[in-house]
């Protein structure tokens, strides 16, 4: 009877707190309401004045994410406060200070992903709308986050990639600048004047539509190959991976009508057939029929 007394008191004091605590929730989530609101209010008063700059949409991400974690955090501690009378500053450090160590534990991965995150933000390289390659990963980056980063491959589907892998693994960016280099290679017959055939391709590449010919057209004498000696042909045209596409398309079409024009050949595989022995050849007669 005694433990059933007890217990009854106990629950009629932790109900009689749970009350009088009633208000402190209260004003707690007020607090909480109103959090989210500041929160909202920065981050446009944030866009507004980064906005006139021309900082980098990363880092804007960045920067709008850093004003939104500081005010919930202020907010998150008041609210605390409030619910907690006795918390205070340094005891809270202290009990982040213990419970970090094992949330890091815990949580590696999130957080090396949240590092990564906030380094790539605020390096100057592989901005949004850079295509990148990373890991058989080819794509547009679309979106930074501080945890991953959103990456639309050229035939259309999302990859999501956390950002430890676009920060430990070599990154491939096809479009850090306006222009690169692409290349073909072409192939001539045996019996072909290289000097002339080396400046048919190169009138015929110059006089491509995308082809930058200010930056210099390259034909290389590259190899003896099976059926033809190969030139590597190299011109400068977009960075982006359609534009390559497109400008080696006009190249490839622009080199072939003009060696056409030319009377050069452009071999397909020969086969040479050899005997160890002589092989008798016949023809047919008037009548048909087989003669030596």
Same mark, same amino acid.
């Given at each position: ?164 892998? *676009?920060?430990?693994?070599?990154? &491939? /960016? ?11 290679? =072409?192939? @001539? $017959? ?68 003009? *060696?056409?024009?030319?009377?050069? &050949? /452009? ?11 002589? =092989?008798? @050849? $016949? ?10």
């Amino acid at each position: 009877m005694n433990y059933i007394a007890t217990l009854r008191d106990q629950l009629r004091e932790m109900g009689t707190g749970l009350v009088e605590a009633l208000p402190s929730f209260a004003i707690a989530l007020i607090i909480l309401f109103v959090t989210w609101i500041v929160a909202r209010f920065a981050v446009k008063i944030s866009d507004a004045l980064v906005g006139r700059t021309e900082i980098r949409a990363s880092l804007k991400n960045l920067i709008d994410t850093l004003v939104r974690l500081g005010i919930w955090l202020v907010g998150l501690f008041i609210a605390a406060v409030v619910v907690i009378p006795s918390l205070t500053p340094a005891s809270l450090l202290a009990g982040l200070g213990i419970g970090a160590v094992a949330i890091g534990f815990a949580f590696q991965d999130i957080f090396e992903n949240f590092l990564a995150g906030v380094l790539i933000m605020l390096r100057e390289k592989m901005r949004i709308g850079d295509i990148i390659e990373c890991e058989g990963i080819t794509g547009k980056v679309e979106h930074i986050t501080l945890r991953e980063t959103h990456v639309r491959k050229l035939s259309g589907e999302l990859t999501v990639v956390p950002n430890s892998i *676009l920060f430990k693994n070599p990154v &491939e /960016i096809f479009t850090d600048e306006d222009q690169r280099r692409h290349e073909v290679v =072409v192939g @001539v $017959s045996y019996d072909t004047n290289l000097d002339h055939a080396a400046d048919v391709i190169r009138r015929a590449v110059e006089d491509v539509e995308d082809v930058l010919a200010s930056k210099g057209v390259d034909i290389f004498a590259q190899e003896f190959n099976s059926s033809s000696v190969d030139f590597l042909v190299r011109w400068w045209a977009g960075s982006t991976p359609r534009s390559g596409w497109e400008s080696k398309d006009k190249v490839v079409r622009a080199v072939k009508a003009a *060696l056409d024009d030319a009377g050069i &050949e /452009i071999p397909f595989p020969y086969v040479t057939h050899t005997f160890k022995e002589t =092989v008798p @050849v $016949s023809q047919l007669g008037d009548s048909g029929k087989p003669t030596p």
